[in-house]
């Protein structure tokens, strides 16, 4: 098993930027392949970004692309997602989550097992 907790969300001008981090527990972190998700209110909770265990593999939401970056550093058990050129539809509870299988890169909730509590990101005007 592993215990995700995501931290670094918080209220951000619209055109700024956040990273998010992902703290793993466990020994074996490098085992899983991670994403990405988000939940805004009144919505579905969507798809992000994802990386493999290696880092090697990624994919973006076309939503995201070219201003969100996922990586991860398995040294410290961590992953993270560095996210620039923040708009308000951006707003969210941002969610790490963790799986052993990286089918078609790992797009929807129903791949993976594991999850954290969330951060909240607020972008205002």
């Known amino acids: 098993q592993v215990q995700l907790v995501e931290s670094g969300g918080g209220l951000v001008q619209a055109g700024g930027s956040l990273r998010l981090s992902c703290a793993a527990s466990?020994?074996?972190?490098?085992?899983?392949?991670m994403g990405w998700f988000r939940q805004a209110p009144g919505k579905e909770r969507e798809f992000v970004a994802s990386?493999?265990?290696?880092?090697?593999?990624?994919y973006h939401a076309d939503s995201v692309k070219g201003r969100f970056t996922i990586s991860r550093d398995n040294a410290k058990n961590t992953m993270y997602l560095q996210m620039n050129r923040l708009k308000p539809e951006d707003t969210a509870v941002y969610y790490c989550?963790?799986?052993?299988?990286?089918?078609?890169?790992?797009?929807?909730?129903?791949?993976?097992?594991?999850w954290g509590p969330g951060t909240q990101v607020t972008v205002s005007v």
């Open positions: 990386v493999s265990w290696s880092g090697g593999n990624s």
């Open positions: 989550a963790a799986t052993l299988y990286y089918r078609d890169y790992a797009r929807t909730s129903n791949d993976y097992n594991y």
């Open positions: 466990g020994r074996t972190f490098s085992s899983y392949h």
